[in-house]
């Protein structure tokens, strides 16, 4: 049933050009700086091979592009999030997945998967381009990995969190504004509170992904991560269940 | 003439709803045999539509039961949904995806195998007149044929139990008889409910006649009663909901 709606949500997100508007501009910006940085890299080739134990091709390139890669995806999930059950209840078709015979953990899993597949195609993509290295020289791919594992987990917090906000309303519109306030509040207390060891820290995403980003699979952003979304997607089984019971 | 005996597909005990301190529906008793068609009327507020979505698992009562199948709707959502049809007041249609993919859809939510999955829908699409419009996106179809989509969704899986609330509307008086005509095939195999305005077609199409007033059924009748007592539906309503 779950693979019903899966198929049900990416039928719905690749027959409006906004996807592939999102892919492609996601992968112009991403290659753009890709290309700088391979560019940086290139200039100081040279000099790195005076020092010691110098940072390599990955460190230098991949790094930062997937420090983009994760500002750039909490930019385009509040538009890729809203319209997942506020349109849906807007249109009045939330109707047919309630009265056919799945139950809402099925219909919240599968429109939350639905995106996570989608997601999975833009960083298989950006991972595609990194690897692109490996004709140049050789790749550290531990690295690479704890990005990847570190994008995927941040990229389903951001998705459960705009699930849970396109349920609270009938108009996609407040559901992205919303999603985006949240998501850049949880960024932005990260800057707030830089100065000091400040438990501030522990709330923001990306705070948690520079672990991943520097090669570091830590288990408190793991748990963190896993813990946030899984509260998010519960959230919006009782907010969908609660608004049959009261609604 | 109904069988007494035939197999009993829907039956709702006592079901109530509140909203707040509004009691929306107040003590809906219904029972519903095999290859019956009721005819639910009642005047706009009655909650006609809070019932059905009660009796659809759409809306959980606040006291009461429903049964379909002889399994407990609230115990058993899931197993219960899957004998069930529904064309909701406004039919939930996907503007963006074809007749054919929206059925499949349709299909696939209420568990058809997979090797049924065709002739259910060539079936489907025959019986609603759509086979000239597989291919066409839903949101360019006119009412009339976005209607019929509606219906057609609600039966694409055979269910024992069909809930249409106000199939009729929009429709030209052509489909609107092809859609009758399309009700009553239904009624002799599955149970039908059919929430209306339109009292002719109740006469029409239904063995039975409930009328509910301010969340109350006022009234519940075969129609042949009503044709041997020679008193129009017409007289009744008026008289019970003024």
Known sequence: ???????????????????WLLLALVQLVLAWVFLVRLDAFLEIQSQ????????????????????????????????????????????????????????????????????????????????????????????????????????????????????????????????????????????????????????LHYFSLLKHFDHFNQGLIDTLSTAYFILFTVTFLVLTIRRLDGERLHG | MLDETAALTLSAQNLTRHYGEVVAVHQFDLQLRRGEVLGLLGPNGAGKSTTLRMLTGNLAPSSGGVEICGIDLLDKPQEAKAHVGFLPEIPPLYFDMT?????????????????????????????????????????????????????????????????LDEPTVGLDPNQMREIRQLIRELGTTSSVILSTHILPEVENVCDRVQIMHQGSIVFDQPMIDLRQQNTSLESVFTQLTQ
């Not at chain 1, 049933?1 to 997100?13: A, S, V, W, Y």
């Not at chain 1, 992205?176 to 998501?183: E, I, K, N, S």
């Not at chain 2, 079936?123 to 007149?129: E, I, L, T």
């Open chain 1, 1 to 19: 049933m779950i693979i019903t709606i899966i198929r049900k949500e990416l039928h719905m997100l690749f027959i409006s050009p906004l996807a």
């Open chain 1, 48 to 199: 790195l091979l005076q020092i010691a134990n110098p940072p390599g091709v990955t460190e230098i390139i991949v790094t930062p592009v997937f420090a983009v890669a994760a500002i750039v995806l909490l930019m385009i999930t509040p538009l890729l999030s809203m319209r997942l059950i506020a349109e849906e209840r807007r249109n009045r078709t939330l109707t047919l997945l309630i009265s056919a015979p799945v139950s809402m953990t099925d219909i919240v899993l599968g429109k939350f998967l639905g995106l996570m597949v989608f997601f999975s195609a833009i960083i298989s993509l950006i991972i595609a381009l990194c690897l692109s290295l490996r004709t140049g020289g050789m790749m550290d791919f531990g690295l690479l990995l704890s990005n990847t594992i570190g994008l995927l987990l941040t990229v389903a917090s951001f998705s459960a969190l705009g699930l849970y906000i396109s349920s609270l309303t009938a108009q996609p519109a407040i559901a992205a504004a919303g999603t985006l306030g949240v998501l850049l509040g949880l960024w932005l207390i990260d800057l707030a509170a830089s100065a000091t060891q400040s438990w």
């Open chain 2, 99 to 163: 007749v054919n993919e929206y059925l499949l859809l349709a299909a696939r939510l209420h568990r058809v195998p997979k090797e049924a999955l065709k002739a259910a829908l060539e079936n489907v699409k025959q019986r609603c007149g759509l086979e000239q419009h597989s291919n066409n996106l839903i949101g360019t179809l006119s009412k009339g044929y976005q209607q019929r989509v509606g219906i057609a969704q609600a039966i694409i899986h055979n269910p024992d139990v069909i809930i």
